[in-house]
């Protein structure tokens, strides 16, 4: 197992891609690597998890989707080796994640890196609305694209970690389960049910929930944070649409427990929602589709009647001219009648006077 990763920091540049294509042939290797990860004791866990930032620092995003498909089972056991203080056998998986953590948080020349979006232009259809569903507009949809764009920033700006620390450590986690969230469609099925366990477990342990459960380990109760607990559900979310509706809808039920407990309004608010917009019975769609499934209102006529355009412009230039032509020829028309209708009247005029 530790030769098939190895293997990657001797191939040249050109070979690569054929290698990280070659990883998810190797059915066996996944496996073995969550048993290494679970076990902190393990003596291939420092060699493994050297091997796992060595593919995460390459520039072929298939092998660092690689190292990222195994970031929660990282994350729960960094968690609660940490809730039972045994920071000897943490040492490895602590330095994993905050390696990637520094590598995420800056761009390729190695300044930080601000995370961002548009909001998008009211001119524009979406899934929530069609443009002319908002009423006449006196502006071109051209004119309302330059008004409306919006840039959010939602993270960025992050400072480089040395070690973790108890005010630091939720700050690093988030920031790493939201660049697991933005690769989330990636992950393989393996990977949704690992996300799954974490969430789980990381809100029941120590809790008499736990008692419930067909895992009883002994641990310790691990602190969350409502943030932390927020990307959980994004990433629970997808898992419960892409294969996993009985894990994910568990894990789902775990994070309002303890959100209830902890009387965190921000993953209450966002559970309660994910809950009460479940259907009723798992998704009738074959594992492994990345879609959520979603209504599209009909597409109608983007363009409202009263809008103007630089097309109803030229048309209305066009028909007034035309009206202008026509009207000049009926005017002609009448007055070659009227003067014919003189000069008949004036001959008739002069035949009864003789």
Not at 45 to 69: A, G, I, K, N, W
Not at 248 to 268: C, F, K, T
Request: hydrophobic content about 35%; overall charge positive.
């Amino acid at each position: 197992m530790d030769v098939n990763l190895s293997h990657s920091g001797s191939l040249p540049e050109t070979h690569i891609p054929s290698y990280a294509g070659s990883l998810h042939l190797k059915k066996s290797l996944v496996p073995a690597l969550y048993r290494v990860i679970q076990d902190p004791n393990n003596e291939l866990l420092e060699p493994v998890c050297h091997q796992l930032f060595e593919l995460y620092r390459s520039s072929e995003d298939r092998l660092r989707r690689f190292t990222l498909q195994f970031l929660p089972e990282l994350v729960w056991v960094y968690l609660r080796v940490t809730a039972s203080r045994d920071r000897q056998s943490n040492g490895c998986i602590e330095a994993l994640l905050l390696g990637i953590y520094n590598l995420e948080i800056v761009d390729k020349d190695g300044n930080s890196k601000l995370l961002s979006f548009t909001i998008p232009s009211l001119s524009k259809p979406s899934i929530y609305h069609e443009p002319s569903s908002l009423g006449s507009m006196a502006l071109t949809e051209g004119a309302l694209c330059q008004h409306d764009l919006i840039r959010v920033v939602y993270s960025g700006l992050h400072p480089q970690r040395e070690t973790f620390t108890a005010q630091n450590r939720f700050e690093v986690l988030c920031f790493l389960m939201l660049c697991y969230n933005s690769a989330v469609v990636y992950m393989p099925l393996s990977s949704y049910q690992s996300v799954c366990r974490m969430s789980s477990r990381l809100c029941v342990c120590g809790f008499p929930r736990q008692q419930q459960k067909l895992w009883r380990e002994p641990c310790n109760r691990v602190l969350l944070d409502p943030e932390f607990m927020v990307q959980m559900l994004t990433a629970v979310y997808h898992a419960i649409y892409n294969g996993e509706w009985e894990m994910g809808r568990e894990a789902l039920e775990d994070i309002l427990y303890r959100a209830q407990l902890e009387l965190y309004s921000q993953p209450l608010l966002l559970g309660n929602a994910m809950k009460n917009s479940l259907p009723d019975s798992a998704p009738d769609e074959p594992r492994g589709r990345k879609v959520l499934q979603v209504e599209v209102t009909p597409t109608i006529s983007r363009i409202s009647i009263s809008a103007i355009t630089t097309a109803s412009i030229r048309r209305h230039r066009w028909k007034r001219e035309g009206k202008t032509a026509v009207g000049r020829q009926e005017t002609g028309k009448h007055a070659i009648k009227a003067s014919t209708h003189r000069e008949v009247n004036q001959a008739s005029v002069q035949e009864r006077s003789q």
